[in-house]
């Protein structure tokens, strides 16, 4: 029998459940929480754990400690692991089927299903819809017509997730291509090697992957490449193309071009449906045709072969098009008229603004992993010059105002503390962020005093997700006009096939945030990449600032800027729209940092 290959997904979804099972058996809330923080780690990461397995790294992943650590390598070798079985032991397999809707917790599901008498997996959800509209739910104790009805609802959205196909997150498919991408690059018979398609358009998921390889020796370049140690199947192979099944069950399509045809093939296999399509027709109306090989007229028959996109683009009377813009949504105008944006870059980037550390701030939510010189260490090797550290706020749940007061400045003690000591010396400076919940009444959760400790607050919503568009609206503009909020963090609260973004009527908030100089966040994180791409272009069209963050809550997240820059570039940002592109001086005088008094001299209406 053959080994079993765990996918990512599959060891997060399992260390979910033995989180919900220790919660549900009343375990230490410590010990549920390192769980949840173990598998949202895998969940996130850009490489497959059964890679890391093999390579002994698997206690390199944020939050696997060496215990959770024993439990995985014993799982990942054996294909089980006897502690989890024993946590799972005595939980209805119903109870994990119940999670997937949203809003019901280990222990709601686990009540659910002691009262509905629903033990197995199969139709669990299903029973459960069919006794919430025979109005079963409503009559059990902690239940009401209300909460009914919004159980229908969030198992009728999962039913319409369930039937769209999975695509893989944009950085998992990077990381994938990368790798093929290294083992090509090492043969002398392959010139250059390039993704195409979606993952080449950067979007936030991908299907299959598809790569193109420049050579002058199609058959000994392709006979290289299947002997890569990751294919596991070869589905079908020709002179020019193969289509392969890696080991984590991924399919991925190779084509060999020589080099006096690699523009052409490059552009007409990266350009969206629409995209070509609108080339194709607007060619076809001046005598030619376009394909993978050139551009024919059609008088003549003459193919002009073209060896870059760039000479493939000009010979049209076109500017040449990025490939994170080929989605016909103008850029074909705007390359005619010569007015394509200047798209920002890796290079513009001067700081990021938004990441967690491990100071011991008693949050309810997660904590870094790493402290403050290691992470500013890290920025000084990215070429930055500052570095906003910006962990959650103390949870409200014990602590009393005066106590989130002292914690705020202890912080901001360490801080002063740590630009004194080692900032100067690596000329990345220390700034003093939080990142604070918006209650549902829009209020913040802290008091309003210790903002003064700040140099800047970012808020976010996390939770009452489900408010209606007119109550969230509200509720975002009530907590924009605190003093020192600088930052609305993922502002649509997205999470890509887990949560759909929040409904807020964006014209408001774009509007206030342009008036008060505060930048909505494009959260690099492969699971959020929040604001989308589509807002993106929406904001940057009404000119509001933005600001790229990684929401790092280790230090190798925060390589991952470029996935948020991904998202900008499809929202044809500029360098001008992005607020951390600034150098320090210019950032601390549009925001009013001046870190000494910490005054705030832009005024907004009162919370």
């Known amino acids: 029998m053959a080994k079993k290959i765990w996918e990512n997904q599959e060891v997060a979804d399992l260390l979910r459940a033995v989180a919900a099972a220790y919660e549900i058996k009343g375990a230490n809330r410590f010990r549920v929480a390192a769980y949840r923080q173990a598998a949202t780690s895998i969940e996130h990461l850009t490489s497959e754990i059964q890679d890391l397995w093999e390579n002994n790294q698997i206690t390199q992943i944020p939050g696997v400690g060496a215990s959770i650590a024993r439990h995985l390598n014993e799982l990942m070798k054996t294909g089980k692991s006897q502690h989890f079985q024993k946590v799972l032991a005595g939980i209805p397999p119903a109870v994990f089927e119940l999670l997937k809707i949203t809003g019901i917790g280990p222990k709601t599901a686990f009540r659910l299903c002691q009262a509905l008498k629903i033990w197995s997996k199969k139709d669990a959800l299903q029973r459960v819809a069919n006794a919430a509209k025979r109005g079963k739910i409503r009559q059990l104790s902690g239940f009401g017509a209300q909460s009914e009805n919004k159980i229908l609802e969030a198992i009728a959205n999962s039913r319409l997730k369930k039937k769209e196909r999975r695509r893989m997150l944009l950085a998992l498919a990077d990381n994938l291509a990368k790798d093929v991408e290294k083992y090509l690059r090492q043969s002398p018979l392959v010139l250059e090697v390039k993704v195409l398609g979606s993952l080449r358009r950067?979007?936030?998921?991908?299907?299959?992957?598809?790569?193109?390889?420049?050579?002058?020796?199609?058959?000994?370049?392709?006979?290289?490449?299947?002997?890569?140690?990751?294919?596991?199947?070869?589905?079908?192979?020709?002179?020019?193309?193969?289509?392969?099944?890696?080991?984590?069950?991924?399919?991925?399509?190779?084509?060999?071009?020589?080099?006096?045809?690699?523009?052409?093939?490059?552009?007409?296999?990266?350009?969206?449906?629409?995209?070509?399509?609108?080339?194709?027709?607007?060619?076809?109306?001046?005598?030619?045709?376009?394909?993978?090989?050139?551009?024919?007229?059609?008088?003549?028959?003459?193919?002009?072969?073209?060896?870059?996109?760039?000479?493939?683009?000009?010979?049209?009377?076109?500017?040449?098009?990025?490939?994170?813009?080929?989605?016909?949504?103008?850029?074909?105008e705007a390359a005619i008229n010569h007015t394509l944006p200047k798209l920002v870059k890796r290079a513009d980037i001067r700081g990021d603004l938004h990441l967690h550390s491990n100071f011991p701030i008693e949050t309810s939510h997660d904590l870094g992993k790493d402290n403050f010189s290691t992470m500013i260490k890290k920025a000084a090797s990215l070429g930055y010059e500052y570095l906003g550290f910006s962990e959650h706020n103390p949870s409200q749940r014990g602590h009393t105002p005066d106590d989130v007061f002292a914690l705020l400045k202890e912080k901001r003690h360490e801080i002063d503390q740590i630009n004194r000591q080692l900032s100067q010396k690596l000329h990345v400076i220390a700034l003093n962020s939080l990142e604070i919940d918006i209650k549902p009444n829009g209020e913040l959760a802290i008091p309003e005093k210790a903002l003064e400790l700040l140099d800047y607050a970012i808020i976010a919503v996390?939770?009452?997700?489900?408010?209606?568009?007119?109550?969230?609206?509200?509720?975002?503009?009530?907590?924009?006009?605190?003093?020192?909020?600088?930052?609305?963090?993922?502002?649509?609260?997205?999470?890509?096939?887990?949560?759909?973004?929040?409904?807020?009527?964006?014209?408001?908030?774009?509007?206030?945030?342009?008036?008060h100089n505060i930048a909505l966040e494009i959260n690099s994180w492969p699971e959020r990449l929040d604001l989308p791409d589509i807002l993106v272009r929406e904001a940057v069209e009404a000119d509001v600032p933005l600001v790229i963050d990684t929401d790092s809550h280790a230090v190798e997240h925060m390589d991952l800027m470029e996935y948020g820059l991904d998202v900008a570039r499809r929202g044809w940002a500029e360098k001008k729209n992005i607020i951390n592109t600034l150098p320090l001086r210019k950032l601390e005088k549009l925001w009013n940092l001046n870190r000494c008094a910490r005054r705030d001299s832009n005024p907004r209406p009162s919370a």
């Open 462 to 515: 996390h939770s009452e997700f489900t408010l209606s568009s007119k109550r969230m609206t509200t509720r975002i503009l009530r907590a924009l006009k605190y003093p020192k909020v600088r930052i609305l963090a993922h502002p649509t609260g997205r999470k890509i096939y887990q949560r759909d973004g929040y409904d807020v009527d964006w014209n408001k908030i774009f509007a206030f945030c342009r008036e």
């Open 202 to 332: 950067r979007c936030a998921t991908v299907g299959d992957l598809d790569m193109a390889v420049k050579t002058r020796h199609y058959k000994q370049a392709l006979e290289y490449f299947l002997n890569f140690p990751k294919v596991k199947k070869i589905l079908n192979q020709g002179e020019k193309k193969t289509s392969v099944v890696l080991s984590n069950g991924v399919q991925i399509d190779v084509r060999f071009q020589a080099p006096d045809t690699w523009g052409s093939m490059l552009q007409y296999f990266t350009g969206s449906k629409q995209h070509n399509i609108h080339l194709r027709e607007m060619e076809r109306e001046k005598g030619f045709s376009l394909s993978e090989y050139g551009i024919r007229s059609l008088k003549t028959k003459k193919l002009v072969k073209t060896r870059t996109e760039r000479i493939f683009y000009n010979f049209l009377g076109l500017d040449y098009i990025p490939p994170e813009l080929r989605e016909d949504q103008g850029e074909i």
